[in-house]
DNA sequence: CGGCAATTTGATATCCATCAATCGGTGTGG
DNA sequence: CCACACCGATTGATGGATATCAAATTGCCG
């Protein structure tokens, strides 16, 4: 089954060889990997499982910046300590690797570096959208670019090649109502009457709280305004 | 006056001596650099004035994602085309350089190639302030932190040492409300009315529609939100 | 001085947040 | 097996912040 025929492999970035003969770590939902403010002694890699990136204010407001699937990097700083927190939101395995090896690494093979570099321009693209989404979309809107989102990385982590397959029908949500809110700079309650709302609409149908099967792709894209641009052009 | 005792020099990387001996580009007011959809095929350095740089979305929805000033890089890009678009808010000039010498640059010298990745992080980190500030701050705060931000700039690009020097009591605003609006996920009025908020408690003063006058920068900090973040702490 | 564009102010509408139940699963102990 | 307690999700009622629409004012440029 390799081959053309292979279903879309993760594209692996060739600086991701230092995880090769990495430690390993289990984390159990909730679990809290990296602390912000800590030393950035190390970079993760995620083997399976989802995590969740986020910052908190000193008033208790919480910002959720990325959720992480596998093969995502965790770890990217300009400074000698994380900024962000990083916790499990399922069980979850990453594979653990000393930034001085990463940095060794990249030092010494220009390629590496180079897609390095590549992978913190994807990233940089894909903030540059939740800004657009932040800023402009409504409640709506953002929910309906999150189910797209999450559909996205489900594609990936399961490499499903072919858009129109029928396990991307249903969509997992594994986070709580209030880490998507934190994420999408709403209230719990706004998530779930949007979630509502879509539903009502015919676009999408709940299943349970942690599952939804889409219903009408073509008018959640259009609702999501998925023709703007980058990352949601990849949503597509 | 050179020497320890110079003013705050802005640290420029080592990339930008690609910029050295490159042609200079005039822009008017309101004049177009980069339109998104565009090969990107040149980055640019500003040598005075400042930029804005934004995204449109097709409904006519527009988020400014950046204001640009003395000595920073535009044309940060992963892909081929710009997906984001400058135009001059001021009048400007800027150095250009076709992209390809720019990265024979970075291929030929791991010192430049790592002091542009530590450019990109820095962007990055910057933008994940913003990310918090859209999500969760109000409208008011937004603008405490906007101001905070503009004083930073106007400090660098003055090349001002001293965080109490009195230039820094006002603040110039040459962008109009509306700018600052979709920079803030705000409208127009909403900039305004909060602006009169800030001045109506005694944190600012507004002296013109294009510049403010700082009167309690402590309580104006406090209320940004100050001790949080990365790029905030730079603000302080 | 006149005219235009941007800013500011005012009145009202809308969306989202807040506060307060109720519902629904899940696990535990009887 | 059932009763209960707990926690997250959902729904409902209300409030508050921001958007929208409209008018007045200011500043700017000829």
Request: proline share 5%; net charge neutral.
């Amino acid at each position: 089954m390799l081959g053309p025929m292979a279903a879309l492999p993760l594209p692996k970035d060739v600086f991701l060889d230092v995880f090769r003969s990495a430690a390993t770590r289990e984390l159990a939902p909730g679990e809290v990997l990296v602390s912000a403010g800590q030393p950035a002694d190390q970079v993760f890699n995620i083997e399976s499982g989802m995590l969740m990136l986020y910052r908190n204010g000193s008033d208790g407001r919480r910002q959720v910046l990325s959720f992480l699937f596998r093969d995502n990097f965790v770890g990217l700083s300009a400074t000698d300590s994380y900024f962000f927190s990083v916790e499990a939101v399922t069980r979850a395995r990453v594979a653990v690797c000393p930034r001085r090896v990463l940095n060794e690494r990249l030092a010494g093979d220009p390629v590496a570096e180079r897609a390095f570099l590549n992978m913190v321009f994807r990233v940089l693209e894909d903030i540059l959208d939740i800004v657009y989404s932040l800023g402009q979309r409504t409640a709506s809107e953002r929910l309906a670019v999150f189910l797209l989102y999450m559909r996205h990385w489900q594609r990936l982590t399961d490499g499903i090649a072919d858009d129109a397959d029928p396990r991307l029908a249903t969509i997992a949500l594994p986070m709580g109502r209030a880490d998507v809110a934190d994420f999408l700079g709403l209230k719990k309650e706004t998530v779930i009457r949007s979630l509502r709302e879509l539903q009502d609409q015919g676009l999408v149908r709940r299943l349970d709280p942690h599952a939804v099967r889409i219903l009408d792709l073509p008018r959640l894209r259009a609702l999501a305004g998925i023709s703007d641009f980058a990352s949601p052009r990849r949503l597509g």
